[in-house]
């Protein structure tokens, strides 16, 4: 059981550049999401998904884009990276929660992104 | 907006010894809290969590303790060991619905032996 695979594991990119991080769960998760994490920081949500087809915005969303086509999959998109958005991003997928008791979103290890 | 923070950033303790990991919180409608586990290079791992009905939860040589009226979480480590050795984050969850998780910024524990 491999549980939230994050693909690549690094990467750096010029300033301008466009690339895709891809998240993939085989928990048939109905929730994920994508987070950012900056030295001294907690997690900061960027965009999550409620289910195939359906995206939000989180705390951060500028910058980047997402798609949710397939139920297992969550992409998150730079379009035209910048050094800000240099850190290290983490997918998340949580199943649906019980109304009385919580449900703990799991994650995968990490991309971690320069932006030169 | 809705914030979550912790006392202490590093934490040393000496192998053997309880470790006490503290959070504060500022949301009244906060319903769900977790503490993870990050090791160097990993993704949080999920520790141990606590609706807010509850006010203590025991896991595996873990303890979480939750006190509503001060918007105080507590994580209690039995018998510290080298592996406990990470940075340690609490997080709440909102309603129980599917918005993301509110992060602390984190307490670095490190173990002495």
């Known amino acids: 059981n491999a549980g939230v695979t994050q693909t690549p594991k690094f990467r750096v990119l010029k300033t301008g550049q466009s690339m895709t991080l891809l998240c993939a769960q085989d928990m048939n998760h109905e929730y994920m999401y994508w987070y950012r994490q900056d030295p001294g920081m907690g997690l900061r949500l960027i965009h999550y998904?409620?289910?195939?087809?359906?995206?939000a915005k989180g705390e951060v969303p500028d910058g980047y884009n997402v798609s949710r086509l397939k139920k297992q999959n969550f992409l998150l998109g730079l379009e035209s990276a910048a050094p800000s958005q240099t850190s290290v991003y983490f997918c998340?997928?949580?199943?649906?929660?019980?109304?009385?008791?919580?449900?703990?979103?799991?994650f995968g290890d990490g991309t971690r992104l320069s932006i030169l | 907006g809705e914030s979550v923070g912790l006392h202490l950033p590093t934490l040393s303790v000496q192998e053997g010894d309880n470790s006490i990991i503290n959070c504060a919180y500022s949301?009244?409608?906060?319903?769900?809290f977790i503490w993870y586990k990050q090791e160097s290079g990993k993704g949080p791992q999920f520790i141990i969590d606590?609706?807010?009905?509850?006010d203590k939860r025991q896991g595996q040589r873990v303890t979480v303790l939750l006190n509503k009226t001060v918007k105080h979480l507590s994580l209690q480590i039995a018998a510290t060991q080298p592996g406990d050795s990470a940075v340690y984050f609490c997080a709440f969850d909102s309603g129980g619905g599917a918005d993301g998780l509110t992060f602390g910024k984190g307490t670095h524990l490190i173990i002495q032996p």
């Open positions: 949301n009244s409608a906060s319903d769900y």
């Open positions: 998340a997928s949580k199943g649906l929660t019980h109304p009385k008791r919580g449900e703990p979103q799991h």
């Open positions: 998904s409620v289910g195939e087809g359906t995206t």
């Open positions: 606590i609706r807010s009905n509850m």
